[in-house]
């Protein structure tokens, strides 16, 4: 694997609070903080994470830049703690990196891939999705953690975005095409489709699967409604669409709350029954939300003003009360939770 040498640069640190002194002196690793990624903007290489401890409020800007001393790449799409290793999907640098997730350290990376969006891993292995291009294919990567080479792939629909597993079964919503795309651990794959368009984002509550379609939109040709879908896991059959009509608003950024209970993006948050599919309490409408977690309890919202300012996260309640807010980078788009 590549190395790089390191360069000094200047190091910028902030706080949340109104301490004169933003610097964070815990014995806290990285791992036992919330981590926000900043996408950074496109072509200028200015991607990097927030670090930020829920107990003592303390924030840190530009963690991998403070600890390595270069520039971590150009758009972070996104990242995962496994084992003691954080691994960092860099989209238009095309590589995956990994850092010591205690201290955040470099340590490998994974050059030439294209497009890479998400990862997850299951099974001690890795499991890469990449764009390959905008118009054409993606590709599930199976990747050796140990050092990072590439074990085997299969093709995917057009801009395949962030898989989940179920069961021994990773499912992968394709969000330039109708499908979605299941492989088995040997790799073998099958194609889905449940009626609607541009499926974005997926998550698995027990044997009920909710598949979130943002729908065409009216750039792309004649629009199609946005639509959640809940499919059952073990038949691959739709039981339950519930369509609305979007007007062009983001649809996405699907997570899981609880057992009973999802959150999506959609002119705000809106909370999601999985039992009913029922929408419930909504909020934050105002908000430009970029990026969406959740974690004990407390939704974390990535907020992008614009893509040549940083940005900043709010965190509300269950019930989307504002509760606070946090300084982050460039396009906060995701979370890694300790």
């Not at 963690?63 to 150009?74: A, E, Q, R, T």
Request: glycine residues 8%.
């Amino acid at each position: 694997m590549r190395k790089f040498a390191l360069l000094a640069l200047p190091i910028a640190m902030f706080s949340c609070k109104s301490d004169p002194d933003p610097i964070d002196n815990s014995e806290k690793g990285y791992d036992e903080k919330i981590l926000i990624m900043n996408e950074g903007q496109f072509q200028v290489g200015d991607a990097d994470l927030t670090a930020y401890d829920p107990e003592t409020g303390s924030v840190e800007q530009a963690v991998f830049f403070n600890k390595n001393s270069v520039p971590l790449g150009d758009i972070l799409q996104s990242g995962i703690t496994y084992d003691g290793k954080t691994y960092l999907v860099l989209n238009n640098s095309g590589k995956l990196m990994q850092v010591d997730a205690e201290t955040f350290e470099y340590q490998d990376q994974l050059d030439g891939l294209n497009l890479p969006r998400h990862m997850i891993i299951h099974n001690n292995q890795g499991y890469l999705v990449t764009w390959e291009s905008f118009t054409g294919p993606g590709k599930l990567l199976k990747i050796d953690l140990s050092d990072l080479s590439i074990l085997d792939s299969v093709q995917l629909g057009v801009l395949p975005e962030a898989p989940v597993v179920i069961e021994n079964e990773i499912w992968i919503p394709n969000s330039g095409d109708s499908t979605v795309t299941v492989v088995d651990l040997n790799m073998n794959d099958t194609t889905l489709y449940f009626g609607a368009h541009a499926p974005n984002s997926i998550q698995a509550f027990g044997n009920q699967v909710l598949v979130l379609h943002q729908g065409r939109l009216s750039f792309f040709g004649t629009p199609t409604d946005a639509a959640m879908v809940r499919v059952d896991a073990a038949f691959k059959m739709a039981r339950n669409t519930v369509s609305w009509v979007h007007n062009d608003a983001t649809v996405g950024k699907l997570v899981k709350v609880n057992e009973t209970q999802a959150a999506y993006v959609y002119n705000g948050i809106n909370l999601w029954n999985v039992s009913n599919d029922q929408t419930g309490a909504s909020g934050f409408s105002s908000e430009n939300i970029y990026g969406l977690g959740y974690d004990q309890s407390k939704f974390y919202l990535g907020i992008s003003p614009a893509f040549d300012q940083a940005g900043y996260v709010l965190i509300a309640d269950e019930n989307l009360n504002r509760m606070d807010s946090i300084p982050a980078g460039v396009g906060p788009n995701g979370f890694i939770f300790p």
